[in-house]
């Protein structure tokens, strides 16, 4: 956003104090000083849009904001664009923004939703079937790779850069765990589409309220280093659609860099309004978040 520049005018006056006495005629008057000043710069007018333009692009906007938090919030039941007709769903869009009742009765809508709630179980089952097989096939081959690990637990994890020798230590027992991990991530699947990612720059803070992989990374790996994790569905997600992207049994894959360990900041007098987000949907914790590493529910 341009901020808009305030002109204003710098005063220079010179003030006697008629109490001040009078210079000798042998000392000369010293100079006034005068400061420079930097021209404003001039802000170029923004163009004034067509009536026509703005409702166009604007609506363009908000449709398209909207359709973001429509594919969030029942993209976690597995409803996605093929499952919708446009046209009407447009018409009843419209009808309730107008404030309009709708042209089906209270029943038949009651009967439709339930009708697509059985649909999208049975069709979320088959995807959870498939979504395992493929996913046990993939960390089968994946683990015959040359310097592919595979853990106990099933994480398996390459390592691309070995980091120092600092790593987490859990605290005696009893005590409680306050530190945060400082990472740069990326998620994508198996297929190589990406679910989400850290922003750019300064790496994000993630406390151990993740999946097990996660945590199981996060306490192992040294500062410093960058893992490739490759994730078993019942280390991440299981048999829950966590998004749109997400589907039930899906393995998740992570670029991961633990940049540091430090001590999770207090939380301020009176604890949290509310719950905060470990990283940035998306952050881990967000859709997962982020799409991430999420929060365990």
């Known amino acids: 956003m341009i901020s808009k520049l305030i002109p204003g005018a710098l005063a220079i006056g010179l003030a006697a104090s008629s109490s001040a006495a009078p210079k000798p005629p042998t000392e000369a008057a010293p100079a006034a000083k005068v400061e420079a000043t930097t021209p404003a710069i001039e802000v170029p007018a923004k163009p004034k849009l067509d009536p026509a333009v703005i409702k166009s692009d604007s609506s363009y906007a908000l449709g398209f904001r909207t359709g973001g938090g429509f594919a969030q919030q029942f993209g976690k039941f597995g409803v996605g664009a093929e499952d919708l007709d446009e046209a009407t769903f447009l018409k009843g869009f419209m009808a ?89 991530y990326k998620g994508t699947l198996i297929d190589g589409k990406q679910f989400d990612a850290s922003p750019e720059g300064e790496p994000v803070p993630m406390t151990l309220q993740v999946v ?3 945590k199981e990374a996060l306490t192992t790996m040294p500062v410093g280093a960058k ?15 966590r998004s749109a992207d997400i589907a039930p049994n899906s393995v998740l894959i992570f670029d991961l860099e633990l940049v540091k360990i430090q001590d999770a900041p207090a939380a301020p007098e009176g604890g949290m309004p509310f719950p905060m987000p470990q990283g940035g949907p998306g952050g881990p914790g967000g859709p997962a978040g982020p799409g991430g590493p999420g929060e365990d529910q």
Request: cysteine-free; charged content about 35%; proline content about 3%.
């Open 96 to 184: 309730a923004i107008k404030g309009g009742k709708p042209e089906l009765e209270e029943a038949k809508l009651q009967a439709a939703m339930e009708a697509l709630g059985e649909m999208l179980q049975g069709r979320e089952k088959e995807k959870a079937t498939d979504n395992l097989e493929a996913g046990k096939k993939f960390l089968a081959e994946n683990g015959k790779r040359e310097g592919v690990i595979t853990n106990k637990s099933g994480l398996q994890y390459e390592v691309i850069a070995k980091g120092g020798t600092e790593k987490y230590v859990a605290p005696k027992e009893g005590a409680e765990d306050n530190k945060q991990f400082m990472v740069h």
């Open 212 to 214: 097990e992989g996660f």
């Open 227 to 241: 893992w490739k994790l490759f994730m078993p569905s019942n280390l991440a997600y299981g048999e829950e659609r």
